[in-house]
């Protein structure tokens, strides 16, 4: 494995008495892509203004391509920065808004302009350049924000909520371009984010955060499959977390509400009547038998909602509510509420949190 481009290691950041990040540590491997997700106030902006030299930490380490940057200004860190709100200089144009950190460089005027030319080519805005910030829209001042930040060609790119000032359409849209582009110059990048599709959508690995801690880091798949703690699995995606009591830990069998259901995966040493969180997605459930499925949970369903291709359906167990998709295939009529009814899944696909 390559050596890490980014390594934080141990950082820790107080503002007085109140600790807002502890003991993170993560390692980026060069080219790769990183969001940092967790819900507002978790932590992520402070981590990643840490790695671009705006906060200093209260404990701990950064290094970037192997050299202690702890203590370095943010212009001595060759990183390239996009905020949420558009920071571009309204008084300037958008060719000499992306010409100026080569000018504060000290690069030639014609290497000035060969640069803004590739990157309005890259973002797709080539006839732009003369325009100011006020005649773009939002999505354009995000794409001259990014090339604002690309042109001086930093190697680590850090993009803290740059998409959601933005509609649901340039949303998607400029958060693809992004990845793209991302990809195409193979920088290393940091992304922040508290929107779980978005994360789930852009990243090679997500860094889910929250109360100042790193909850889990793992890839998309990984995170939705398998989130390792509660909290992961609340955040991201509709899961079904459910309260089980450990009847016998050698056989994974463990009692929700009435009945006893089989788990594969590690009750993590639990023993005999111990309480244990278990989470099953929507969509590894079925109403009755399936092939595969070799465990059951027993209820009555109180809700069906017909979303077209899939039909998502509550059965209420006794004391949990859970929700279920089974696919529409127009020949089946949807389930009946009031019906009593058998919810059948794989032991494999029930997932043991911490
Ligand atoms: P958001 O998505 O809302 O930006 P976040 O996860 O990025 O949230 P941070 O901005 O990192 O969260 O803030 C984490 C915590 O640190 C918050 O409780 C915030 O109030 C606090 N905090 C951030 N900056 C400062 C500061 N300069 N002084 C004091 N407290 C701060």
New binding site residues.
């Given amino acids: 494995m390559a050596a890490p481009f980014l390594s934080i290691q141990h950082v820790k950041k107080s503002?007085?008495d109140?600790t807002?990040?502890q003991d993170f540590n993560l390692d980026v491997e060069p080219g790769e892509f990183v969001s940092?997700l967790?819900?507002?106030?978790?932590?992520?902006?402070?981590?990643?203004?840490m790695v671009a030299g705006f906060?200093e930490p209260t404990a701990g380490k950064i290094f970037i391509a192997g050299k202690d940057v702890t203590n370095l200004k943010p212009n001595q860190r060759n990183i390239g920065m996009v905020f949420q709100a558009y920071a571009l200089f309204p008084n300037l144009t958008v060719a000499q808004n992306i010409a100026f950190g080569l000018k504060v460089a000290g690069a030639s005027k014609a290497d000035q302009d060969k640069r803004v030319a590739e990157m309005l080519n890259i973002i797709k805005l080539p006839q732009l350049g003369d325009r100011y910030p006020y005649q773009l829209s939002g999505g354009q001042q995000q794409r001259v924000a990014l090339a604002r930040a690309l042109a001086p060609s930093p190697k680590l790119l850090l993009l803290d909520?740059p998409l959601s000032a933005l509609d649901a359409k340039v949303r998607v849209s400029l958060r693809d371009e992004i990845r793209s582009i991302q990809k195409r110059l193979g920088i290393t990048t940091i992304f922040?984010t508290?929107d779980q599709e978005e994360a789930l959508s852009i990243s090679d690995r997500i860094v889910v955060?929250y109360g100042?801690v790193a909850e889990q880091v793992a890839t998309p798949f990984e995170i939705y499959n398998r989130p390792s703690t509660k909290f992961v699995a609340n955040f991201v995606g509709t899961l079904n977390v459910l309260e089980g009591t450990v009847v016998d830990p050698a056989l994974g069998k463990v009692r929700v509400n009435n009945d006893e259901i089989a788990v594969k995966h590690s009750l993590n040493g639990a023993k005999r009547g111990d309480a244990v969180s278990l989470a099953l997605r929507p969509e590894a459930m079925a109403l009755g038998d399936y092939s595969g499925h070799d465990t059951e949970l027993h209820g009555k369903i109180t809700d069906v909602h017909f979303l077209g291709s899939v039909i998502r359906v509550r059965v209420n167990l006794g004391a949990e509510t859970i929700a279920l998709d089974t696919f529409n295939n127009s020949r089946t009529p949807p389930p009946t509420i009031g019906d009593s009814t058998k919810v059948t899944f794989a032991s494999n696909d029930v997932l043991v949190l911490h």
């Fill in positions: 503002f007085g109140n807002v990040v940092f967790g819900p507002s106030g978790c932590g992520k902006t402070t981590v990643l203004r906060e909520e922040v508290h955060m100042g």
